[in-house]
């Protein structure tokens, strides 16, 4: 008997697996539905959120556009129409309003977009395009950092950003550091679902590679850890990003050491000086040299003692886990035409590297971290990854399009080293062994008027470097988020619509991606213009 209930029950388990039932769209959303939902969850807590207009602003809410345009990091999208701004932000100050917050918007087909830090380079944690009504969850109020330096581990909030997390594990130790992203005003939460790499990934990886748990609220309102929640999904959310799949509240990450002394340099470089050769062997050199080396390559317009005459600047910049002694004697080895002398070179901690990478002076206290204001200009950024070494004459021609726009920026970044020896199938994030560097495309300007040539610019700049890059597919990194390469039709989500990008940014572990969304959210409710679909029946 007790063997026929077991098979009955496991016989319901599959039909309820196989049968899911998701509602069509609604076609009006209501405030006023939606609220009377959600404000039962208030309750919950009332000592820490008294005041429900704290938490919850709608279109007519004084502080709704200051909150909505807090984290805003690029212009293009401050201007938006009023028909692509959220609904409702919600602001949670605690897990059981995120969870309310997604039982009641799946119950009222309003749409969710999470919100950490703000940076998404085409805005998609704040506006939205394509699918309407929706809502943001701003988890500026989630950001509390827990440093166990004993067991080298920190517990920290999604909401918070990577300076304050450097913040706080440089009060704990200065041997101990974390290798995501020099940028200190990203949030974690954007950042290591997507991967995140900085100076010193060469050595320990990405952000993502070193997550050891996450907390994640899902579609059905639950709160799981990396237990509940199954390898599958913890596999998904290091690299193939946080949105398609819940609202991750926090992480826990394992810190690596670092040592008391490490040395950084700067050498700047135009045409005229050489740059072009430098740069040449720069990119069959960074990528093998010892993994305590980062020496990243920056390239900008800059002007020239003729009038009207441009030239490239090539600016090497390297950080180095250890003295300045050694990093000269290394790169004599193996990088003798950069010419680098003690006299270049700068010791200093761990963190105050992190200052100088972030733009700051070594000097500055360290509270400069803390601070999330960030000038918001306008850019647009693509990404490519490169296997091949560009040839000096091919770099001419790169360099006379790169001079065609004065506000353009590229970022040379070398892998190798530890980045080599992980799988590409590891964790989602898929750009490991075989490239030599990836590179960033970034064009600012400061009027808005200024947009169409700029993006055009960026547009063809881009369309020429194809045959300089990886294919089959053209890899891009997910954190450089490019709409260009592909969306998610008007209010839906296609397989064969999204493998265009998506293979662009997980490769073959896009198909894993697509089975654990069809996994754990069948009906598709978390979705952005390039989110994740579920499997096509
Ligand atoms: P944001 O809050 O806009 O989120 C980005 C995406 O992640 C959105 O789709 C959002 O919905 C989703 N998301 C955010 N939080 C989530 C959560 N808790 N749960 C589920 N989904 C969530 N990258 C890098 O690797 N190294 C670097 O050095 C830099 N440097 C850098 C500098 C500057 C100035 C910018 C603007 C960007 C970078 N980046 C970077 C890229 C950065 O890592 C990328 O834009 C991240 O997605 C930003 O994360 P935020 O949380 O700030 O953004």
């Not at 704990?172 to 005003?185: I, L």
Request: with cysteine; glycine share 8%.
């Amino acid at each position: 008997m007790a063997g026929l209930n077991l098979k009955l029950h496991i016989f319901l388990n599959i039909i309820l697996s196989i049968v899911i039932i998701c509602s069509p769209a609604s076609k009006s959303f209501s405030t006023k539905s939606f609220l009377k939902c959600f404000s039962p969850h208030l309750k919950h807590n009332s000592k820490m959120v008294p005041i429900f207009s704290e938490i919850i602003l709608t279109k007519n809410s004084s502080s709704y556009s200051s909150v909505s345009q807090s984290s805003i990091r690029n212009r293009r999208f401050l201007k938006t129409p009023s028909r692509l701004k959220p609904e409702i932000i919600l602001t949670p100050f605690h897990e059981s309003h995120v969870q309310a917050a997604v039982v009641c918007s799946t119950q009222n087909d309003i749409q969710i977009r999470v919100r950490s830090g703000g940076h998404d380079y085409e805005g998609l944690s704040y506006v939205s395009d394509h699918f309407s009504p929706f809502m943001i969850i701003d988890l500026n109020n989630f950001r509390s950092i827990k440093v166990d330096i004993e067991k080298e581990v920190a517990f920290v909030q999604a909401g918070a950003s990577v300076g304050e997390l450097y913040y706080k594990i440089a009060e704990k130790s200065g041997v101990h550091g974390f290798p995501a992203g020099s940028c200190p005003t990203v949030g974690v939460g954007g950042q290591f679902s997507g991967g995140g790499f900085g100076t010193i990934f060469r050595k320990y990886g990405l952000a993502a590679d070193n997550i050891i748990d996450a907390i994640i609220v899902n579609v059905k309102g639950e709160i799981l850890d990396r237990k509940s929640m199954g390898e599958d999904l913890f596999w998904a959310i290091r690299g193939g990003g946080g949105s398609s799949f819940g609202v991750i509240l926090s992480w826990k990450v394992k810190l690596v050491r670092v040592p008391p002394t490490v040395s950084i340099f700067h050498i700047q470089k135009t045409l005229e000086e050489g740059a072009t050769k430098l740069f040449h062997k720069w990119q069959r050199t960074a990528n093998r040299i010892h993994e305590d080396l980062f020496l990243h390559a920056t390239t900008g317009v800059a002007s020239t003692n003729e009038i009207n005459r441009k030239t490239i600047k090539v600016s090497f910049t390297s950080l180095f886990l250890g003295t300045a002694q050694k990093l000269v004697s290394l790169l004599e080895e193996s990088f003798p035409e950069l010419g680098l002398e003690i006299s270049n070179c700068t010791e200093m901690s761990w963190i105050q590297s992190v200052l100088y990478f972030a733009g700051f002076s070594t000097d500055d206290p360290l509270e400069v971290l803390l601070n999330r204001n960030m000038t918001a200009g306008f850019f647009k950024a693509k990404s490519d990854y490169v296997k091949e070494a560009i040839s000096e004459a091919s770099l001419e021609v790169i360099w006379k399009r790169h001079i065609e726009d004065e506000g353009s920026v590229l970022i040379w970044t070398p892998y190798g080293g530890r980045m080599s020896e992980i799988s590409d199938s590891e964790i989602a994030f898929p750009h490991r062994n075989g490239n030599l560097y990836g590179i960033q495309y970034l064009v600012y300007w400061s009027e808005d008027n200024e947009t169409a040539n700029h993006i055009g610019w960026m547009r063809r700049f881009y369309s020429y470097m194809e045959a300089y890059v990886s294919k089959s597919p053209r890899a891009a990194y997910l954190n450089y988020r490019d709409i260009d390469i592909g969306k998610n039709d008007i209010g839906n989500t296609s397989y064969s619509k999204a493998s265009t990008w998506g293979v662009k940014y997980f490769k073959h572990n896009f198909k894993r991606l697509v089975s654990v969304k069809t996994k754990v959210d069948p009906c598709n409710f978390f979705r952005n213009e390039q989110s994740i679909p579920v499997m096509e029946s």
